[in-house]
């Protein structure tokens, strides 16, 4: 048995955490091989292009042409680098440049060509360790390879593929991404171009076939390509293979709806099989013939108990004419129309018409027809005539499909692992059916794509792997990772996905802003993934529980804003890339649900009979009216070249199957009379007051807990009039505090209630909160307000009779049996999920010493409670081998539950639709007090991402409560609220702090944001005279960043800029940016609540610090800002306790009492001169001489940093004195 001890867990979502890794120092260029291109003319290396003269490319004549095809793109590919156009050379031509100094590039196949086989012979070019193998090349600098050459590249396959994909990397690592034409991806521009000495490859595929499926093309891909390219014709269709190739792809399932690839354009076959695609067809069209070949070809039924001569026919034809094609053979049959066949059709009917088909491929394709590639697709009811027992010959690869919904069905059990045809997995990115379409834009997270491949990967199902991809665009992000981690799924474990999708935008947008680029392509997909944007309604997210709607649209607001600021720093040449990858989905997915919440507002604002609904429902209208106008601009990017790919109807679907066009959400009206009339409306509840029967008179809140001191709950106070109405909201404690107390309504407002917790008497009790108008009118609001004993208290703490958890927060995780617990951070619908490995393990019998995940909990309920797990939404992969987990409490049995998902299709419907299964357990707490919950593995292919415990205090929402606090440990709030900066730069200024603090020997740690940062940055020259002049001899560091919210400062200290520090005296200044220039609703809370929380992390990873807490400075850049800066100060000096934390607050020597700054004591209205630090120093400084003495003479601290990517600034005296 190991226990696994999280000192620290940090469960911030996955859009967060990309941004975290280390700035590369070349941009890399490659998903699948190390860097092969040097900056610069290194010994030994081969140059491209050099002094405005590129290396000949060389072919032989006799090559594939396929592989010529290519190499031609990589002379164009060069150009567009470099500029210059290098020399190709096929045929007889000698490779000789007539120089002793030249250098060229020879392409070519082993064994096809001569120049190849020549070099091999000669003992030039080791063919070991290509030969013979599937898809494979080499890279090679080779010295004096023939006469007159001083050097050459050299990049050899072993098939006509390896050689493509040789040259595609070539290609992709010089600069020219995969999807340059299909997303417009920019070139870098290089005047010289190297590639290193030495032998690179990347080995055989793991997965022999990958391939994607152009499916649901209609309205948008067919109508894009009917207009640029007059319909999907062979140049359409060299687009993608091309496409394809440069991603190693090489299997196509062609667009089907209403196409017929092999008759539409007679080139079609013939294209794709030069360049190297392996054709297929869709799992329900056999034999390389598409359904709309039946359509017109057909004769009689299709069905093959009534028209077997018929059918033999007609497949016959469709072999006979692609037989000199490289193809995938569909095998079996579906009803037309990818139906399932008739109730009458059965197991040996089906086997029968298998037989048949393999006897015509014998015929017509190869007598021995094991040696014709095939593949039986189990999709939908066809799976489950194998498991009644239907069979195929061994050969016959076994294709394996997912739920539609991206969860896999089935996979190889070990018996049938041994089967020679092996096994795939037909997967989904896009589908037309129940519970809904989704089609218009990516909501597939590559995290999800992992958790289920990886599963694919390990029971062996790697013969195919092809992927629903719709319309092509805009799926590029999970189609590239899709088939990239088919080629080499050990190269990209699951802690290796913020580097995949980092390198993935650094290669696509340059390095600077990679960072932010990945967070937000992560970040969309994520939220789009908990329910997808066409199963979105008004009523999806509670409007009155956990501030669910709002949070939501909160993240999509961020992302949204973050896009935009990326967006406006890009070059122009990358900026319809990043419109098509990001911009455009991002802000398209935020409009919408910013217009379904409002729709839902409207809805029950008009119930409430608020005045206010009139104006959400405005709201609702302008927002359709912006969806439009986001695909008109999607329409005239680049003059059109995309026109129509975002026709796709996506608002106002009520069945399973798109409107007929975009329908508005209905809005209500509402009539209201002249007079204003107050009213009020409380969190928790849809009623309003006064209301009618059978509405209480009294509202009432959920409950305000000690253990959540930074939380509040809110009460709207609305006007059921047009008149203004004032109001006034009196207590009926002093400690019971509410946010504003007065005012006069115009648009509906918001109080926040709260506690100043440490007024409040111990023990359990009803406020109230009076709202009054000037007509005499009073309404009253019951707040439950809970303090217990905190003593001893350890782990989750039950407020408000629940707790909720983020699975990856445990206490500990126990490996047993061979199996261990590994976090997928980032995962699902919250912060991430715990899954046991290896996914291979068998099904265990819980208990005893076995593996499990335990979580310490603290309840204050006694009696039955029931803990519910949100896992992921999988099935039952393996046959008698049902998905399980097992709950207990302390040293109780445990509960085994099954995951069920498709227990029945209702079940299934709402777990694909919500993207989650929950699972639930009742269990007798018999006791208040410490408990330990442990979540047992039985089958390891259940991934956990919540644990809730309702005592009966959940309240209906649709991602569940918030997490609850975490007391006594590092995790706690931090987990919920840490999140990393997302540029380049701050990824370099927190290398450079975290390697100042392993420096170590600092006694002062000064964290914050600009305001300490300047104070001793190396680019502000000025200001680090003053803070050495004030600090020399007490080994002070700097820890300040600009820009920081508390949440950025969170996840730095968490991310090792605090860790082994242990200094004497932390300084604390945070809060000033989450607040802004004009706060937000809830912002004071939410700045408590994350300043509390970095001073637990602090204390937890420097308990012997003394930290002095520093109130929020005033700042005159915006005219509500000092209010909130008050209120803050108010609250977040209530959290010392004048021993370990000291509160400090300067304000009143910096600003008068409206907060208006004194002359001189700023630069900006908001940074401090150096007339300010004076102050700052001035109050600062006895403090220091209290807890550490006089300052000494000698300093040891780290050397100080600055701004990584900032020049001095030498005008800073001159600022200061302005």
Same mark, same amino acid.
């Given at each position: 048995?190991?226990?696994?001890?999280?000192?620290?867990?940090?469960?911030?979502?996955?859009?967060?955490?990309?941004?975290?890794? !280390?700035?590369?120092?070349?941009?890399?260029?490659?998903?699948?091989?190390?860097?092969?291109?040097?900056?610069?003319?290194?010994?030994?290396?081969?140059?491209?292009?050099?002094?405005? &003269?590129?290396?000949?490319?060389?072919?032989?004549?006799?090559?594939?042409?396929?592989?010529?095809?290519?190499?031609?793109?990589?002379?164009?590919?060069?150009?567009?680098?470099?500029?210059?156009?290098?020399?190709?050379?096929?045929?007889?031509?000698?490779?000789?440049?007539?120089?002793?100094?030249?250098?060229?590039?020879?392409?070519?196949?082993?064994?096809?060509?001569?120049?190849?086989?020549?070099?091999?012979?000669?003992?030039?070019?080791?063919?070991?360790?290509?030969?013979?193998?599937?898809?494979?090349?080499?890279?090679?600098?080779?010295?004096?390879?023939?006469?007159?050459?001083?050097?050459?590249?050299?990049?050899?396959?072993?098939?006509?593929?390896?050689?493509?994909?040789?040259?595609?990397?070539?290609?992709?690592?010089?600069?020219?991404?995969?999807?340059?034409?299909?997303?417009?991806?920019?070139?870098?521009?290089?005047?010289?171009?190297?590639?290193?000495?030495?032998?690179?490859?990347?080995?055989?595929?793991?997965?022999?076939?990958?391939?994607?499926?152009?499916?649901?093309?209609?309205?948008?891909?067919?109508?894009?390509?009917?207009?640029?390219?007059?319909?999907?014709?062979?140049?359409?269709?060299?687009?993608?293979?091309?496409?394809?190739?440069?991603?190693?792809?090489?299997?196509?399932?062609?667009?089907?709806?209403?196409?017929?690839?092999?008759?539409?354009?007679?080139?079609?076959?013939?294209?794709?099989?030069?360049?190297?695609?392996?054709?297929?067809?869709?799992?329900?069209?056999?034999?390389?013939?598409?359904?709309?070949?039946?359509?017109?070809?057909?004769?009689?039924?299709?069905?093959?108990?009534?028209?077997?001569?018929?059918?033999?026919?007609?497949?016959?034809?469709?072999?006979?004419?692609?037989?000199?094609?490289?193809?995938?053979?569909?095998?079996?049959?579906?009803?037309?129309?990818?139906? !399932?066949?008739?109730?009458?059709?059965?197991?040996?009917?089906?086997?029968?018409?298998?037989?048949?088909?393999?006897?015509?491929?014998?015929?017509?394709?190869?007598?021995?027809?094991?040696?014709?590639?095939?593949?039986?697709?189990?999709?939908?009811?066809?799976?489950?005539?194998?498991?009644?027992?239907?069979?195929?010959?061994?050969?016959?690869?076994?294709?394996?499909?997912?739920?539609?919904?991206?969860?896999?069905?089935?996979?190889?059990?070990?018996?049938?692992?041994?089967?020679?045809?092996?096994?795939?997995?037909?997967?989904?990115?896009?589908?037309?059916?129940?519970?809904?379409?989704?089609?218009?834009?990516?909501?597939?997270?590559?995290?999800?794509?992992?958790?289920?491949?990886?599963?694919?990967?390990?029971?062996?199902?790697?013969?195919?792997?092809?992927?629903?991809?719709?319309?092509?665009?805009?799926?590029?992000?999970?189609?590239?990772?899709?088939?990239?981690?088919?080629?080499?799924?050990?190269?990209?474990?699951?802690?290796?996905?913020?580097?995949?999708?980092?390198?993935?935008?650094?290669?696509?947008?340059?390095?600077?802003?990679?960072?932010?680029?990945?967070?937000?392509?992560?970040?969309?997909?994520?939220?789009?993934?908990?329910?997808?944007?066409?199963?979105?309604?008004?009523?999806?997210?509670?409007?009155?529980?956990?501030?669910?709607?709002?949070?939501?649209?909160?993240?999509?607001?961020?992302?949204?804003?973050?896009? &935009?600021?990326?967006?406006?720093?890009?070059?122009?040449?990358?900026?319809?890339?990043?419109?098509?990858?990001?911009?455009?989905?991002?802000?398209?997915?935020?409009?919408?649900?910013?217009?379904?919440?409002?729709?839902?507002?409207?809805?029950?604002?008009?119930?409430?009979?608020?005045?206010?609904?009139?104006?959400?429902?405005?709201?609702?209208?302008?927002?359709?009216?912006?969806?439009?106008?986001?695909?008109?601009?999607?329409?005239?990017?680049?003059?059109?070249?995309?026109?129509?790919?975002?026709?796709?109807?996506?608002?106002?679907?009520?069945?399973?199957?798109?409107?007929?066009?975009?329908?508005?959400?209905?809005?209500?009206?509402?009539?209201?009379?002249?007079?204003?009339?107050?009213?009020?409306?409380?969190?928790?509840?849809?009623?309003?007051?006064?209301?009618?029967?059978?509405?209480?008179?009294?509202?009432?809140?959920?409950?305000?807990?000690?253990?959540?001191?930074?939380?509040?709950?809110?009460?709207?106070?609305?006007?059921?009039?047009?008149?203004?109405?004032?109001?006034?909201?009196?207590?009926?404690?002093?400690?019971?505090?509410?946010?504003?107390?007065?005012?006069?309504?115009?648009?509906?407002?918001?109080?926040?209630?709260?506690?100043?917790?440490?007024?409040?008497?111990?023990?359990?009790?009803?406020?109230?909160?009076?709202?009054?108008?000037?007509?005499?009118?009073?309404?009253?609001?019951?707040?439950?307000?809970?303090?217990?004993?905190?003593?001893?208290?350890?782990?989750?703490?039950?407020?408000?009779?629940?707790?909720?958890?983020?699975?990856?927060?445990?206490?500990?995780?126990?490996?047993?049996?061979?199996?261990?617990?590994?976090?997928?951070?980032?995962?699902?619908?919250?912060?991430?999920?715990?899954?046991?490995?290896?996914?291979?393990?068998?099904?265990?019998?819980?208990?005893?010493?076995?593996?499990?995940?335990?979580?310490?909990?603290?309840?204050?309920?006694?009696?039955?409670?029931?803990?519910?797990?949100?896992?992921?939404?999988?099935?039952?992969?393996?046959?008698?081998?049902?998905?399980?987990?097992?709950?207990?409490?302390?040293?109780?049995?445990?509960?085994?539950?099954?995951?069920?998902?498709?227990?029945?299709?209702?079940?299934?419907?709402?777990?694909?639709?919500?993207?989650?299964?929950?699972?639930?357990?009742?269990?007798?707490?018999?006791?208040?007090?410490?408990?330990?919950?442990?979540?047992?593995?039985?089958?390891?292919?259940?991934?956990?991402?919540?644990?809730?415990?309702?005592?009966?205090?959940?309240?209906?929402?649709?991602?569940?409560?918030?997490?609850? &606090?975490?007391?006594?440990?590092?995790?706690?709030?931090?987990?919920?609220?840490?999140?990393?900066?997302?540029?380049?730069?701050?990824?370099?200024?927190?290398?450079?702090?975290?390697?100042?603090? &392993?420096?170590?020997?600092?006694?002062?740690?000064?964290?914050?944001?600009?305001?300490?940062?300047?104070?001793?940055?190396?680019?502000?020259?000025?200001?680090?005279?003053?803070?050495?002049?004030?600090?020399?001899?007490?080994?002070?560091?700097?820890?300040?960043?600009?820009?920081?919210?508390?949440?950025?400062?969170?996840?730095?200290?968490?991310?090792?800029?605090?860790?082994?520090?242990?200094?004497?005296?932390?300084?604390?200044?945070?809060?000033?940016?989450?607040?802004?220039?004009?706060?937000?609703?809830?912002?004071?809370?939410?700045?408590?609540?994350?300043?509390?929380?970095?001073?637990?992390?602090?204390?937890?990873?420097?308990?012997?610090?003394?930290?002095?807490?520093?109130?929020?400075?005033?700042?005159?850049?915006?005219?509500?800002?000092?209010?909130?800066?008050?209120?803050?100060?108010?609250?977040?000096?209530?959290?010392?306790?004048?021993?370990?934390?000291?509160?400090?607050?300067?304000?009143?020597?910096?600003?008068?009492?409206?907060?208006?700054?004194?002359?001189?004591?700023?630069?900006?209205?908001?940074?401090?001169?150096?007339?300010?630090?004076?102050?700052?120093?001035?109050?600062?400084?006895?403090?220091?001489?209290?807890?550490?003495?006089?300052?000494?003479?000698?300093?040891?601290?780290?050397? !100080?940093?600055?701004?990584?990517?900032?020049?001095?600034?030498?005008?800073?005296?001159?600022?200061?004195?302005?």
């Amino acid at each position: 048995m190991t226990p696994m001890i999280h000192l620290r867990r940090l469960s911030f979502w996955f859009l967060f955490t990309v941004a975290a890794w !280390p700035v590369a120092a070349q941009t890399p260029r490659s998903l699948l091989m190390e860097p092969i291109v040097a900056e610069t003319a290194e010994s030994g290396a081969v140059a491209l292009v050099e002094k405005g &003269r590129a290396a000949a490319i060389h072919v032989s004549v006799n090559d594939w042409a396929g592989v010529l095809r290519a190499a031609r793109d990589l002379q164009a590919d060069v150009e567009r680098v470099s500029g210059v156009k290098p020399g190709f050379f096929a045929g007889a031509e000698n490779v000789k440049s007539g120089e002793e100094e030249s250098v060229v590039v020879i392409v070519g196949t082993l064994g096809r060509s001569a120049l190849i086989d020549d070099l091999v012979a000669r003992g030039k070019l080791k063919a070991e360790e290509i030969r013979g193998k599937w898809e494979t090349f080499v890279i090679e600098t080779v010295e004096a390879p023939l006469p007159g050459v001083k050097r050459a590249l050299v990049i050899a396959g072993s098939d006509k593929r390896g050689t493509i994909y040789g040259v595609y990397e070539v290609s992709q690592q010089i600069g020219v991404s995969p999807w340059y034409w299909w997303a417009d991806v920019s070139v870098a521009k290089r005047a010289e171009i190297f590639v290193k000495a030495g032998r690179f490859t990347s080995g055989e595929p793991v997965v022999k076939y990958r391939g994607i499926f152009l499916n649901d093309e209609a309205p948008a891909l067919t109508g894009w390509a009917a207009e640029k390219f007059g319909g999907l014709n062979s140049q359409f269709y060299g687009k993608v293979f091309e496409l394809m190739l440069r991603l190693r792809a090489n299997y196509l399932w062609p667009a089907m709806w209403n196409n017929a690839f092999n008759e539409d354009d007679p080139e079609n076959a013939r294209l794709a099989d030069e360049y190297g695609i392996v054709m297929g067809t869709s799992h329900h069209e056999p034999m390389v013939r598409s359904q709309q070949e039946w359509a017109k070809h057909g004769k009689g039924p299709w069905d093959y108990a009534k028209n077997e001569d018929g059918l033999k026919e007609f497949w016959s034809d469709g072999v006979r004419r692609n037989r000199a094609f490289e193809s995938m053979v569909t095998l079996g049959m579906r009803g037309d129309g990818d139906e !399932p066949m008739s109730e009458a059709a059965n197991v040996a009917l089906l086997e029968k018409i298998v037989a048949d088909q393999r006897a015509i491929l014998a015929k017509e394709v190869n007598a021995d027809v094991t040696r014709v590639p095939q593949l039986w697709a189990l999709y939908k009811e066809v799976q489950e005539y194998y498991e009644r027992g239907m069979r195929v010959p061994d050969d016959v690869t076994l294709l394996w499909c997912d739920d539609n919904w991206g969860n896999l069905r089935r996979l190889p059990t070990e018996a049938e692992r041994k089967r020679p045809g092996g096994a795939g997995v037909y997967y989904h990115f896009d589908y037309v059916g129940g519970p809904r379409n989704y089609k218009w834009l990516n909501v597939t997270p590559i995290s999800k794509v992992w958790e289920q491949m990886h599963l694919a990967w390990q029971h062996e199902a790697t013969r195919i792997w092809i992927v629903n991809v719709g319309d092509l665009k805009p799926m590029e992000f999970p189609i590239e990772f899709f088939l990239t981690y088919a080629w080499n799924p050990a190269r990209w474990p699951y802690e290796k996905l913020g580097e995949y999708s980092r390198t993935w935008a650094a290669r696509e947008f340059g390095e600077k802003h990679a960072g932010e680029i990945a967070a937000l392509i992560n970040g969309y997909t994520k939220l789009n993934r908990r329910r997808t944007p066409e199963l979105l309604s008004p009523e999806t997210f509670s409007l009155v529980n956990e501030r669910e709607a709002e949070r939501v649209l909160a993240e999509w607001t961020d992302l949204a804003e973050r896009a &935009r600021k990326v967006d406006a720093a890009l070059p122009e040449e990358a900026r319809a890339a990043f419109l098509q990858l990001v911009l455009h989905p991002v802000e398209a997915c935020a409009n919408l649900n910013e217009m379904l919440v409002a729709a839902g507002r409207n809805r029950l604002h008009a119930s409430q009979g608020r005045a206010s609904a009139k104006a959400e429902g405005e709201w609702v209208r302008t927002l359709f009216a912006k969806d439009a106008a986001f695909t008109r601009r999607w329409d005239a990017m680049l003059d059109g070249k995309w026109r129509r790919m975002m026709d796709q109807i996506h608002i106002g679907y009520t069945i399973w199957q798109q409107p007929s066009a975009s329908i508005m959400p209905a809005v209500t009206e509402v009539q209201v009379g002249e007079a204003g009339r107050l009213a009020i409306a409380v969190e928790g509840d849809v009623a309003a007051r006064p209301g009618n029967y059978p509405v209480s008179a009294v509202a009432k809140l959920p409950e305000l807990n000690a253990f959540k001191p930074g939380q509040t709950r809110w009460v709207e106070i609305f006007n059921r009039g047009a008149g203004r109405v004032a109001f006034t909201v009196e207590t009926s404690e002093p400690w019971l505090r509410v946010m504003p107390a007065s005012g006069e309504l115009g648009p509906d407002v918001r109080v926040e209630v709260g506690a100043n917790w440490s007024e409040v008497p111990a023990g359990e009790r009803v406020a109230r909160v009076l709202v009054k108008s000037a007509d005499g009118q009073t309404l009253r609001v019951d707040v439950p307000v809970v303090k217990r004993n905190a003593t001893g208290v350890k782990g989750f703490v039950e407020t408000d009779r629940q707790v909720a958890m983020e699975a990856l927060n445990f206490s500990r995780a126990v490996s047993g049996g061979g199996v261990e617990w590994k976090t997928l951070e980032g995962f699902g619908r919250m912060a991430g999920g715990v899954r046991a490995f290896p996914v291979t393990a068998k099904a265990v019998v819980p208990g005893g010493d076995s593996a499990r995940l335990e979580y310490d909990v603290h309840l204050f309920s006694t009696g039955d409670v029931k803990v519910e797990l949100h896992c992921a939404p999988s099935l039952d992969f393996l046959p008698g081998q049902p998905l399980s987990v097992a709950v207990s409490f302390d040293d109780a049995a445990p509960q085994v539950v099954k995951l069920g998902t498709w227990t029945s299709d209702a079940t299934w419907e709402k777990a694909v639709a919500e993207s989650v299964r929950r699972v639930l357990t009742t269990h007798r707490v018999e006791r208040a007090g410490a408990h330990v919950l442990k979540i047992w593995c039985v089958t390891p292919g259940v991934v956990i991402e919540r644990v809730v415990i309702d005592a009966g205090g959940v309240r209906p929402s649709y991602l569940g409560p918030r997490e609850s &606090r975490q007391v006594g440990t590092v995790n706690g709030r931090a987990a919920e609220l840490a999140r990393p900066r997302g540029d380049a730069n701050s990824m370099l200024a927190h290398e450079q702090l975290v390697q100042k603090a &392993r420096a170590g020997r600092i006694d002062v740690y000064f964290l914050g944001d600009s305001i300490t940062r300047r104070w001793g940055g190396t680019d502000y020259p000025d200001f680090l005279v003053h803070w050495k002049k004030n600090f020399h001899g007490w080994n002070a560091g700097n820890f300040g960043w600009g820009g920081d919210t508390t949440k950025n400062i969170l996840w730095r200290i968490t991310q090792g800029e605090l860790d082994g520090v242990n200094p004497k005296v932390i300084v604390l200044l945070a809060g000033t940016n989450d607040l802004g220039k004009t706060p937000k609703p809830g912002a004071v809370a939410d700045v408590v609540t994350g300043i509390a929380t970095i001073l637990e992390v602090c204390q937890a990873k420097a308990p012997e610090a003394t930290i002095v807490l520093m109130g929020i400075f005033p700042r005159n850049d915006g005219e509500r800002a000092n209010a909130a800066i008050n209120e803050v100060n108010e609250q977040i000096a209530k959290l010392a306790d004048g021993k370990a934390v000291r509160f400090l607050n300067i304000n009143d020597q910096l600003a008068d009492a409206q907060g208006k700054l004194f002359e001189g004591v700023a630069v900006d209205k908001l940074h401090l001169s150096l007339k300010g630090y004076e102050v700052w120093a001035k109050n600062l400084k006895p403090m220091l001489t209290e807890l550490l003495g006089p300052p000494a003479k000698v300093d040891v601290a780290p050397p !100080p940093t600055g701004d990584p990517s900032a020049k001095p600034k030498a005008k800073a005296v001159t600022e200061s004195k302005s």
